[in-house]
């Protein structure tokens, strides 16, 4: 082999090499921007996204499951009870425990905490409507940002409108049952004009009453000074 086909090898290996170091830094260069958009993706979203995701994704399996056992005739919460580990049972039991009931209204804070609580816990969004109307706004539409002006221009479909007007309904039937009206207890003293006013004078009464107590009897007596 003569000194210029030996030169003419070296260049060709040279440039080979170098072509495929070309390629793999654009392969590098892509991924990394792939990295970096799902990233920015990821930041978006709320914080606990990936665990609401998840959870609606194992309801949906289980409800699919549980249609497929009625559908065989079998109990959906035997068959569930049956795969239960005994850590997963004394996991329920203590969940079940430590459960709080609804004590009723204690102050408008807790009571619109619970309120919230219980209407999320109730939600099941739609994963398939939730990325086809992202991919249809665009990400820079569907994620409000610092720069958003206004209200998206994210439409409630017909369906999730009826379920929030149901929902309305069931609290106006609640309401009605607590709502009736307290029977007059002829007995009490009447130091009210009217009833708005005689809801005030119980609520300082429950309040204040223990620091009024002597204050109160020495007007009725008329020895107050």
């Known amino acids: 082999m003569s000194d210029i086909e030996k030169a003419n090898d070296i260049k060709a290996d040279r440039l080979s090499r170098l072509r495929n170091l070309h390629l793999k ?15 920015d993706r990821k930041s978006k979203l709320p914080a606990n996204w990936e665990a609401k995701q998840s959870r609606v994704e194992y309801e ?18 035997i068959v569930k009870m049956r795969n239960w580990t005994a850590e997963e049972v004394e996991h329920w039991e203590r969940k ?44 820079e539409v569907f994620y409000a940002g610092t720069n958003t002006l206004g ?3 994210h439409k409630d479909t017909p369906e999730a409108i009826s379920r929030m007007v149901e929902d309305l309904d069931k609290q106006i039937a ?4 607590y709502s009736r009206r307290r029977i007059h207890d002829e007995d009490d003293d009447i130091d009210y004009i009217n009833e708005r006013n005689m809801k005030f ?3 300082l009464e429950r309040f204040y009453g223990q620091y009024t107590a002597e204050i109160k009897q020495n007007l009725e007596r008329g020895t107050a000074i």
């Open 60 to 77: 949906e399996e289980q409800e699919k499951l549980k249609k497929e056992l009625e559908a065989r005739g079998e109990d959906y919460n």
């Open 96 to 139: 079940k425990k430590k459960k709080n009931p609804d004590t009723g209204f204690a102050d408008f804070e807790q009571a619109s905490y619970r309120q919230y609580q219980r209407l999320t816990k109730q939600m099941k969004p739609n994963l398939k409507e939730y990325t086809e109307e992202k991919e249809k706004l665009g990400e």
């Open 25 to 39: 830094m654009n392969e590098a260069r892509k991924m990394n921007n792939q990295e970096v958009m799902e990233e």
């Open 151 to 153: 209200t998206t221009e």
């Open 174 to 177: 609640k309401r009605a049952k």
């Open 201 to 203: 004078n119980k609520k």
